[in-house]
T-cell receptor, first 115, second 114 residues
């Protein structure tokens, strides 16, 4: 069964350092999402791509976060510099398209701890 | 803007007990509703969804949910829980101006005692 792949699964970093997370969506899925899930809360959307284009990044803290999906397949989410409040699970999801009936499939996530 | 609230943060049940997890959303337009489950150490996966039609929807593993439009609710139910249902459950909504962007509730952590 096809799955969304993410790496690394765990990342520990010190504040002010740069971190990057990678996501490989299910083959053929044009839409890719990055979510942040703070402990004890539900996931919150950070950015959504349709192919290589950003559809929505209104919740992405652009002063320190960046996301790219250069070839419209895999994607990287970067934080520079990391802050203590960035400690969270970062989830990637993908779907066939952007319509509201398209099921989103989630990856295992990257758990980030900022010290 | 859409918002989703889940009333119970933690629920503890014994095996064979009945389950009902509350979910309310705030949005007046047409919405699609979802329940996701996250088993320990696993990724989020879809449990069931409602788009239109019969407001009682059945999902995997014996779960069902009822959409009550007048109450803006989409509660999750299971008549008899098993130890393997121990997980975190998230209600989510999309639709309207938000398109397919999912808005999640805060989650309910269910523990089933054997």
């Amino acid at each position: 069964e096809a799955e969304v792949a993410q790496s690394p699964r765990y990342k520990i970093t010190e504040k002010s350092q740069a971190v990057a997370f990678w996501c490989d969506p299910i083959s053929g899925h044009a839409t890719l999402y990055w979510y942040r899930q703070i402990l004890g809360q539900g996931p919150e959307l950070l950015v959504q791509f349709q192919d290589e284009s950003v559809v929505d990044d209104s919740q992405l803290p652009k002063d320190r976060f960046s996301a790219e999906r250069l070839k419209g397949v895999d994607s990287t989410l970067k934080i520079q510099p990391a802050e203590l409040g960035d400690s969270a699970m970062y989830l990637c999801a993908s779907s066939l398209g952007t319509g509201p009936y398209n099921e989103q499939f989630f990856g295992p996530g990257t758990r980030l701890t900022v010290l | 803007a859409q918002s989703v609230s889940q009333h119970n943060h933690h629920v503890i049940l014994s095996e064979a007990a009945s389950l009902e997890l509350g979910c309310n959303y705030s949005y007046g337009g047409t919405v699609n509703l979802f329940w996701y489950v996250q088993y320990p150490g696993q990724h989020l996966q879809l449990l069931l969804k409602y788009f239109s039609g019969d407001p009682l929807v059945k999902g995997i593993k014996g779960f069902e949910a009822e959409f009550i439009k007048s109450k803006f609710s989409f509660n999750l139910r299971k008549p008899s829980v098993q130890w393997s249902d121990t997980a975190e459950y998230f209600c989510a909504v999309n639709g309207g101006n938000a398109g397919n962007m999912l808005t999640f509730g805060g989650g309910t952590r269910l523990m089933v005692k054997p």
